[in-house]
């Protein structure tokens, strides 16, 4: 480097509310519209914006003012905007905009309605197939066909079911958001990948890859669980004890095997009846899984039950709900009764956790995929 050349040292020094730059030789000519941008060049924005400078560079200062608005003026406004835009506490990436809006069950479903799902339909296998014996038993002690008319929205149900969790679709991102801000209390928007997932009871920091043998269905019916009033009691009652520090299990996953379980009974027609009387079958469906999940919670915590607990639990929960949906429905029917008037609730009072309860990847779950079929019906195919 030769006398004649100038050299800006990166030294952040503020005198007065101005930048010196220290200039080892005679200055370049002056260019009035880009020498000062030059000198602020190696200033992180947050200085600039603490010590006023880069309001400075976008208005009139001492008799200067460029006649063009430069690219890096620009390029430093956004940098800054984006910089309010960080939430400090979390360290999350804020919209411009209010936080995302809760989604509706009924909104949700909406679209599904809309969406032309023929190729997942094409999957669907609506009732189980049954040959010999179980055929001829089935026929004459087993429960009614589901009526003509309902049958569609049932193949809705199981046509969900066979839908992945899609990260592109702004909707599929307000489902999940939803269920994080309602069990949470959170006002913010969250990362739709994140170990945030983990805390409540995804395996993983991607909540798809747990959505196995549900699909969208598992999703939907944590979002009823939490966007009803009194059903929302119930699931924060129970995503408490999924924290408990003995009886911790991972909320979400079991939520998708309870969704499992709604769809084997609907496939087996047990839920035909009830359905057959309603005149519905989403409702039905919403319901039982309600149902089931409670029952689950009220089993786990009277009987003490643990992690390890899980597999056999589940079984025999399947073996009860398909056996008894009406007996769980009514169960359920008291329990939300029992929230309308303020009594307490059927899980009872918990004790406070002496412990943070581990992530779910710390858990040894198993689900009622993971146990052998206690009898041919028991496939896990949709």
Same mark, same amino acid.
């Given at each position: 480097?030769?006398?004649?050349?100038?050299?800006?040292?990166?030294?952040?020094?503020?005198?007065?509310?101005?930048?010196?730059?220290?200039?080892?030789?005679?200055?370049?000519?002056?260019?009035?519209?880009?020498?000062?941008?030059?000198?602020?060049?190696? !200033?992180?924005? =947050? @200085?600039?914006?603490? #010590?006023?400078?880069?309001?400075? $560079?976008?208005?009139?200062? /001492?008799?200067?003012? &460029?006649?063009?608005?430069?690219?890096?003026?620009?390029?430093?406004?956004?940098?800054?905007?984006?910089?309010?835009?960080?939430?400090?506490?979390?360290?999350?990436?804020?919209?411009?905009?209010?936080?995302?809006?809760? !989604?509706?069950? =009924? @909104?949700?479903?909406? #679209?599904?309605?809309?969406?032309? $799902?023929?190729?997942?339909? /094409?999957?669907?296998? &609506?009732?189980?197939?049954?040959?010999?014996?179980?055929?001829?038993?089935?026929?004459?002690?087993?429960?009614?066909?589901?009526?003509?008319?309902?049958?569609?929205?049932?193949?809705?149900?199981?046509?969900?079911?066979?839908?992945?969790?899609?990260?592109?679709?702004?909707?599929?991102?307000?489902?999940?958001?939803?269920?994080?801000? /309602?069990?949470?209390?959170?006002?913010?928007?969250?990362?739709?990948?994140?170990?945030?997932?983990?805390?409540?009871?995804?395996?993983?920091?991607?909540?798809?890859?747990?959505?196995?043998?549900?699909?969208?269905?598992?999703?939907?019916?944590?979002?009823?669980?939490?966007?009803?009033?009194?059903?929302?009691?119930?699931?924060?009652?129970?995503?408490?004890?999924?924290?408990?520090?003995?009886?911790?299990?991972?909320?979400?996953?079991?939520?998708?095997?309870?969704?499992?379980?709604?769809?084997?009974?609907?496939?087996?027609?047990?839920?035909?009846?009830?359905?057959?009387?309603?005149?519905?079958?989403?409702?039905?469906?919403?319901?039982?899984?309600?149902?089931?999940?409670?029952?689950?919670?009220?089993?786990?915590?009277?009987?003490?039950?643990?992690?390890?607990?899980?597999?056999?639990?589940?079984?025999?929960?399947?073996?009860?709900?398909?056996?008894?949906?009406?007996?769980?429905?009514?169960?359920?029917?008291?329990?939300?009764?029992?929230?309308?008037?303020?009594?307490?609730?059927?899980?009872?009072?918990?004790?406070?956790?002496?412990?943070?309860?581990?992530?779910?990847?710390?858990?040894?779950?198993?689900?009622?995929?993971?146990?052998?079929?206690?009898?041919?019906?028991?496939?896990?195919?949709?």
């Amino acid at each position: 480097m030769n006398e004649n050349s100038c050299s800006f040292h990166n030294e952040r020094e503020l005198r007065d509310g101005q930048v010196e730059s220290v200039c080892a030789g005679c200055p370049p000519p002056y260019d009035k519209d880009n020498s000062a941008l030059r000198a602020f060049r190696g !200033i992180p924005i =947050s @200085e600039l914006k603490n #010590h006023g400078i880069l309001q400075a $560079l976008t208005a009139e200062v /001492k008799g200067w003012e &460029p006649g063009v608005v430069s690219t890096e003026v620009l390029r430093a406004q956004e940098e800054w905007e984006a910089v309010d835009n960080i939430q400090a506490e979390t360290g999350i990436q804020a919209s411009t905009d209010q936080p995302g809006q809760l !989604i509706s069950f =009924s @909104e949700a479903l909406q #679209h599904f309605q809309t969406l032309d $799902l023929s190729s997942f339909k /094409k999957r669907i296998q &609506p009732t189980i197939r049954r040959t010999g014996l179980a055929a001829l038993r089935h026929c004459l002690f087993g429960p009614p066909k589901l009526h003509q008319g309902l049958r569609e929205e049932r193949d809705l149900v199981l046509t969900i079911a066979q839908c992945g969790l899609d990260s592109q679709d702004p909707m599929h991102g307000r489902v999940l958001q939803t269920i994080y801000k /309602k069990l949470t209390g959170s006002k913010f928007d969250c990362a739709l990948h994140g170990d945030h997932w983990e805390d409540l009871g995804f395996q993983g920091a991607n909540p798809a890859t747990d959505l196995r043998g549900a699909g969208f269905l598992a999703l939907l019916h944590l979002l009823y669980l939490v966007m009803d009033s009194k059903t929302l009691l119930m699931a924060q009652e129970i995503f408490r004890l999924s924290r408990h520090h003995i009886q911790q299990f991972p909320f979400c996953l079991m939520s998708v095997n309870i969704t499992r379980i709604a769809i084997q009974a609907l496939r087996e027609e047990c839920l035909s009846r009830e359905c057959n009387r309603q005149q519905k079958v989403i409702p039905v469906v919403n319901s039982f899984y309600a149902a089931t999940f409670l029952r689950l919670a009220h089993v786990w915590r009277t009987q003490q039950k643990t992690i390890a607990d899980s597999g056999f639990v589940l079984k025999d929960l399947e073996v009860l709900a398909k056996k008894s949906p009406r007996r769980l429905l009514k169960t359920l029917e008291i329990y939300l009764a029992g929230v309308s008037k303020g009594q307490a609730s059927l899980l009872g009072p918990q004790k406070s956790c002496g412990t943070q309860a581990p992530h779910s990847k710390d858990l040894t779950f198993t689900g009622v995929c993971d146990l052998p079929p206690h009898s041919s019906e028991g496939t896990w195919l949709i």
